[in-house]
């Protein structure tokens, strides 16, 4: 799968399933980066910050040893350490009132064999703002700064 192929509709499988009824199954987690979710600590899939109806930032928590979900929504609110001291998240933990915690759970005895592709599928699909690296970011909004000024 390439990044920017999966549009809206599409009929592009994950395991399977369309992206559409893998889209379909996103759950909201209340409070979910200010509160811990004990009862996702064994589960696996992917996790979401959204703003309203837009998806800002995807991202995958596949290990039920390391805490599965619960592990993944809470590196907003722990301590940076060596993986979570991205963008991504510094920018989820400062607007964390305006987000909401969305949660796609995945079979555990599939989520080593489909993770990455259902990840990279949500990704094309929503085109989350911070899962852009800065350095994509700041040549995009150059490209767009000289169109508007030439």
Known sequence: MR??????GEETLVDGITIKNWDAEWQMVKQGFTK???ELGHEVGLWAAKR???FVYIAAAQQVDNGG???GLARVRNRPQTNNRTDALRKIKDSVDSLDAWILK???SRVFEIINDLKEAMIDLHDPEWNKSPEIIAAAEKADLKRRLF
Do not use: F, M, N, Y
Not at 3 to 8: F, L, M, Q, R
């Open 3 to 8: 990044k920017g192929t999966v549009k809206p």
């Open 36 to 38: 811990i979710q004990s």
């Open 52 to 54: 309203g109806d837009e």
């Open 69 to 71: 979900l619960r592990a």
């Open 106 to 108: 995945v079979d555990k």
